[in-house]
């Protein structure tokens, strides 16, 4: 079993930036994807970006340019760097991991608003 927990939300004004963490814990073995999701009030989740265990990065073009995936394995944590956020970023963001079982965190609050 894996857990994970997520950590940094918080309120933001627009063009401000926050860091999101996700400690993972547990049987974690193997080679396993990390990423984030995000869902938005009265939308489905959505995909934000993904790293994978050698560190081949992939992120939505809504926040590509914006946001940075990294990942510290001796940590078994990822973390997401956003920048210059948007109104439209407001979302529960929820971090993901795929080692062939999938696994979510609880999710965080992040809301931008002036």
């Known amino acids: 079993q894996v857990q994970l927990v997520e950590s940094g939300g918080g309120l933001v004004q627009p063009g401000g930036s926050l860091r999101l963490s996700c400690a993972a814990s547990g049987s974690i073995s193997g080679i396993y994807t990390m990423g984030w999701y995000r869902q938005a009030p009265g939308k489905q989740r959505e995909w934000v970006a993904t790293i994978s265990s050698r560190g081949i990065i992939t992120y939505a073009d809504s926040v590509k340019g914006r946001f940075t995936i990294s990942r510290d394995n001796a940590k078994n944590t990822a973390y997401l760097q956003m920048n210059n956020l948007k109104p439209e970023d407001t979302a529960v963001y929820y971090c993901?991991?795929?080692?062939?079982?999938?696994?979510w965190g609880q999710g965080t609050q992040v809301t931008v608003s002036s």
């Open positions: 993901h991991l795929n080692s062939a079982v999938i696994y």
